[in-house]
């Protein structure tokens, strides 16, 4: 019988209201200055060709794509074929605060959610190391996160994401099940033209 998931696992750590409202408008024109180098692109499925209901950008020396081919990290954007964009001083600065890591990231991946957009429950795998914690900083609409265990098929915990959230997922956390089931459209006022921004940032190579 599977075990239930009735409490978070270790190695979460739950950072609410981390960013205040200042913090999260100066990350805004960051990440639209990456945008505006490193242009959002629609992922699809590996295979199948299905695009992923959210839209992606990278910044930093190696970014996160899904093509037919596959999942990967690389050091270009897929369209244009340019290096990503360096990763702004304040998102490593929050890496340094909360990541308990002596690395720097190599990696932040900019999701983009509008109105419909979700992402089912998947394990990130795609990283040579897992050694090191995914920091994950919301902006925008709130949303509703869910997290199960290493296992799939298990039972998942809700948790709302507000604008300026982060969260810490290291140890056994970081490769537990997770997904975002909804996002509350007009919820927040930081993004104009609405939705939700998320950037994870990650190790990709060993350290
Ligand atoms: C738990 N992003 O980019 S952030 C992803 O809100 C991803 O865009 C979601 O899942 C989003 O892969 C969820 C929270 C998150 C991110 C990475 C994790 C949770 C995680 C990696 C390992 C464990
Ligand atoms: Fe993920």
């Not at 948790?159 to 975002?180: E, K, M, Q, W």
């Amino acid at each position: 019988m599977q075990e239930a998931q009735t409490h978070l696992p270790d190695g979460f750590h739950f950072f609410p209201s981390f960013l205040d409202q200042a913090a999260q408008n100066a990350l805004v024109e960051d990440i639209r200055g990456v945008v505006a180098q490193a242009p959002l692109f629609q992922p699809v499925m590996p295979r199948s060709g299905k695009p992923l209901s959210v839209k992606m950008s990278n910044c930093g020396p190696l970014g996160w794509v899904a093509d037919i081919n596959g999942y990967r990290y690389q050091d270009r954007h897929p369209v244009t074929g340019t290096p990503w964009p360096a990763m702004p001083p304040r998102l490593v600065d929050i890496w340094q605060q909360v990541a308990d890591c002596p690395a720097q990231p190599e990696a932040c991946l900019i999701n983009h959610y509008g109105e419909a957009a979700k992402m089912g429950l998947h394990q990130d795998r795609d990283e040579q190391t897992f050694d090191a914690p995914v920091v994950s900083i919301s902006l925008g609409d709130t949303a509703v996160f869910r997290i199960g265990g290493t296992k799939r098929g298990g039972k998942t915990l809700p948790i709302t994401l507000n604008s300026g959230d982060v969260i810490v997922f290291g140890g056994p956390a970081r490769l537990c099940y997770h997904g975002i089931s909804r996002v509350y459209p007009d919820s927040s006022t930081l993004l104009k033209g609405g939705g939700r921004l998320n950037l994870t940032l990650r190790r990709v190579t060993p350290f």
